[in-house]
């Protein structure tokens, strides 16, 4: 990417751009600080273990070197020496080898996570182009890489200058110790001294892995017409988003009108609105709306509610006000709980009256704050 398509690149990534990158094998990684990881891991277990080290590599040294007589005459005795020599090594390695595993685990899936890509394991030809590689070389980044090895350089030298000038003394006493514990000893204190040197690569880590992340979030930035594309395309096209948006609203107009026969009462304007109305003491803390509608779909729910025998109340203000403040499938408001109380008292009162041929009672008229009615309200969806 060169200087002039970065500078164009000046809106924040989102995140499907984010969630490509990922599935292409791009996140920020930091090799300064996975390797200082896995050789400060590596240098500690070899301290640890410096006591069986040391034996192990005398019992290797035993068995290329030691011989019995007997085994002089056999001429299996170069490939069993081989073999133990193999398997001893992987036992006095043992430790070294799993934490230095571990250790790049951890080191890698300390910044950026844990990822498998196919894709970053696909051979791409520019990487072999030897121009790309020039120009990343001149690079911020590639500036930015010498400096690091610069910085790298300056700081295991002074550690290094200190550290021999402070174990000059006992080096000379090495000498004087016996074998096997002046082996111990001289490899305790290279041990010690690695680690030394590389916790110093933990300060380049430190300012190597904000910089990864400041690089990585600045190459996945977006130019402002890759961002306008990708909304497009995120958002589909108005027409399809229409064509959705209407038949969501038919699958909800057929599904709210299959709930008007279950509705207890629907109340109407009469012709402008009508709200049906499903009340179960036992299941509602309060009447529920089912259904409601304006002038065409209002038609169509008094129609199946007539068919269904479905009690209906014509009550023009309290319809108005459920039609304005009461949603589908959700209890009605409590300002109109007792307006809505008396109707429904009517329809139960009706309802018996009916069953046991008594005089009908009168139909309710219920007080609507004025607040409530609000102006005329004639959605287009639902003509």
């Known amino acids: 990417m060169d200087e002039t398509e970065q500078q164009d690149r000046t809106e924040e990534p989102t ?7 990922r599935d292409r094998g791009e996140v920020v990684r930091s090799r300064d600080l996975a390797g200082a990881v896995v050789t400060i891991g590596v240098l500690l277990s070899l301290v640890l273990v410096t006591a069986p080290l040391a034996y192990g590599a005398k019992a290797l040294l035993q068995v290329g070197l030691v011989y019995r007589p007997e085994q002089l005459v056999s001429d299996d ?9 193999v398997v001893l090594g992987l036992i006095v390695l043992a430790v070294p080898l799993l934490v230095s595993t571990l250790a790049a685990i951890a080191g890698n899936l300390a910044v950026g996570g844990w990822i498998f890509s196919a894709e970053a394991l696909t051979p791409k030809p520019e990487r072999f182009n030897p121009i790309s590689g020039l120009k990343r070389l001149f690079s911020l980044r590639g500036v930015v890489e010498l400096g690091k090895a610069f910085a790298k350089f300056l700081v295991v030298a002074v550690i290094t200058w200190f550290l021999l000038g ?8 090495f000498a004087l110790e016996p074998s096997a514990q002046g082996i111990i000893h001289a490899l305790s204190v ?11 690569l933990i300060l380049i880590a430190a300012v190597d892995v904000p910089w990864q992340m400041y690089d990585f979030k600045k190459r996945m930035r977006m130019t402002k017409e ?14 399809v988003r229409s064509k959705i948006r209407q038949l969501q609203q038919e699958m909800a107009k057929r599904r709210m009108m299959t709930d008007v026969p279950k509705a207890d009462v629907v109340i109407t304007n009469p012709t402008h609105f009508a709200v049906a109305l499903r009340y179960d003491d036992k299941k509602m803390r309060a009447p529920v709306v089912v259904a409601k509608g304006a002038d065409l779909i209002a038609a169509q729910i008094r129609a199946i509610a007539k068919e269904h025998d479905v009690i209906t109340v014509e009550s023009p ?7 304005r403040h009461a949603d589908i499938g959700r209890p009605i408001p409590t300002a109109l709980y007792v307006a809505v109380a008396q109707v429904l008292a009517y329809v139960f ?7 046991q041929g008594e005089p009908l009672p009168d139909a309710p008229q219920p007080q609507i704050d004025p607040a409530l009615l609000g102006p005329r309200i004639r959605h287009k969806e639902h003509r």
């Open 15 to 21: 995140e499907r751009r984010l969630s490509e990158a």
């Open 77 to 85: 005795v170069m490939s069993d020496a081989l073999a133990s020599a």
């Open 166 to 173: 402070y174990l000059a003394s006992r080096f000379e006493a």
């Open 190 to 200: 290279i041990g010690w001294s690695g680690v030394a040197l590389a916790s110093g």
């Open 226 to 239: 890759e961002l306008k594309r990708e909304n497009k395309e995120s958002d589909g096209n108005p027409e």
């Open 317 to 323: 203000p309290l319809a108005r006000a459920l039609y």
């Open 349 to 355: 009162r009706l309802r018996r009256a009916l069953r």
